[in-house]
């Protein structure tokens, strides 16, 4: 295994060029910004916080995990209208400028060359998987999931994932595109029956709850395993202490400064899940 190599990101917001800025369907949009200094240091895994307008409202800026790097001086965004924040982002056009920070993180570290990466994405957490199978090429197997079909990645963004993959194995839990049943099931089957022939990783993005399930399942098949945590977070640089999650050696880790990839082993699930259902009653 390849370590990771955690580079410095730049301690000021830059501006830096939009090229484009276009729906991709079902609710995401692709942004391309020309940004020779973070699509020179950027890694797999790591993430930019942007700020979506230029008047400060709204006033915290937003992390954006990078999906790619489309040339040497430009990186590529992938993101899903959810809020304030995400509409006023598509109303930003080609030549506009925006405000950003990156690379920001530690990333995933790249597996060997022998060794087969799997990797796992769930809800929107697709785009730094993306940006790892640019790397690890037609070695990856990828699994993606979702509620129904309509709630998969564009399709555009799964043909991509085909390009640069070995194959693509998607589940629905309707049964309305691939196989019916969780993500996680797939995978546990695909793992169970696998020959293995070259060491295996797992990379894993989504929610928490999926999250932990994959970490579960590759301590069943004693496999090494990587997850890139999502947070909300305020200041993206450690300061707030608002992204903190659950280790268990004790203690808490910061999603943006310490993270977001951690190896799963290292972090405490259960009070991940149980943080996450007494938010979510509030």
Known sequence: MRSRR???????????????????????????LRDPE???????????????????????????GISSLPSRSSLELIYRVVGRGTSLLTQRKAGDSLNLLGPIGNGFPLP?????????AGGSGFPPLHFLSVKAGSRAHLFIGARNKDCLPPAGIVKSFRDTAAKVHLATEDGSAGKQGMTTDLLNAFLTVM?????????????????????RIAEIHSLPCFVSMEERMAC?????MG???????????????????????????????????????K
């Open 236 to 240: 993206g640089v450690g300061a707030c």
């Open 243 to 281: 992204c903190s999650v659950a280790m268990k050696t004790g203690g808490y880790k910061r999603v943006c400064k310490d993270g977001p990839v951690f190896a799963s082993r290292d972090i405490e699930w259960r009070e991940q899940v149980a943080v996450k259902l007494v938010s979510s009653r």
């Open 38 to 64: 973070i699509s020179a240091a950027a890694l797999p895994g790591q993430f930019v916080m942007l700020r979506v307008s230029e008047n400060m409202d709204p006033l915290l800026a937003r992390p954006f």
């Open 6 to 32: 955690f580079r410095l990101p730049s301690s000021r917001f830059h501006k830096a060029t939009i090229l484009v800025n276009k729906t991709v369907g079902r609710g995401y949009f692709r942004l391309v």
């Open 112 to 120: 060997e060359k022998e060794a087969t990466p799997v990797l796992i």
């Open 195 to 215: 020959e293995r022939k070259t060491p295996v990783v797992l990379y894993a993005c989504g929610p928490h709850a999926m999250l932990g399930a994959v970490s």
